[in-house]
């Protein structure tokens, strides 16, 4: 079973960074590609970033290029996303997920519990 725990949000203002990880566990973490997705209040999950299963092809929604960074690290099954210069709107569920290929995010696991970011104006 699958299992992915998010953590790192938290309270910022704008313009602040923060950094997410992503432990999963229960897969061959490796050979997976993996995504972040975020959920506003009363708005749909939505697709961030995706990571080849090497790490060496990324892939980023319009609204996070720029400011945003994936990264994995294989060896702990963990993934990262670096973000800078956060606007109030990106306040939201971040979460996890393993995905079908990194330029066609569909997660394919049951979700995390995600972690909360809140970015102030």
């Known amino acids: 079973q699958v299992q992915l725990v998010e953590s790192g949000g938290g309270l910022v203002q704008a313009g602040g960074s923060l950094r997410l990880s992503c432990a999963a566990s229960?897969?061959?973490?490796?050979?997976?590609?993996m995504g972040w997705f975020r959920q506003a209040p009363g708005k749909e999950r939505e697709f961030v970033a995706a990571?080849?299963?090497?790490?060496?092809?990324?892939y980023y929604a319009d609204f996070v290029k720029g400011r945003f960074t994936i990264s994995r690290d294989n060896a702990k099954n963990t993934v990262y996303l670096q973000m800078n210069s956060l606007k109030p709107e990106d306040t939201a569920v971040y979460y996890c997920?393993?995905?079908?290929?990194?330029?066609?995010?569909?997660?394919?696991?049951?979700w995390g519990q995600g972690t909360q970011v809140t970015v102030s104006s």
């Open positions: 997920n393993g995905i079908a290929d990194y330029t066609d995010p569909v997660p394919f696991s049951s």
């Open positions: 229960g897969l061959t973490f490796s050979s997976y590609s």
């Open positions: 990571i080849r299963w090497s790490g060496d092809r990324t």
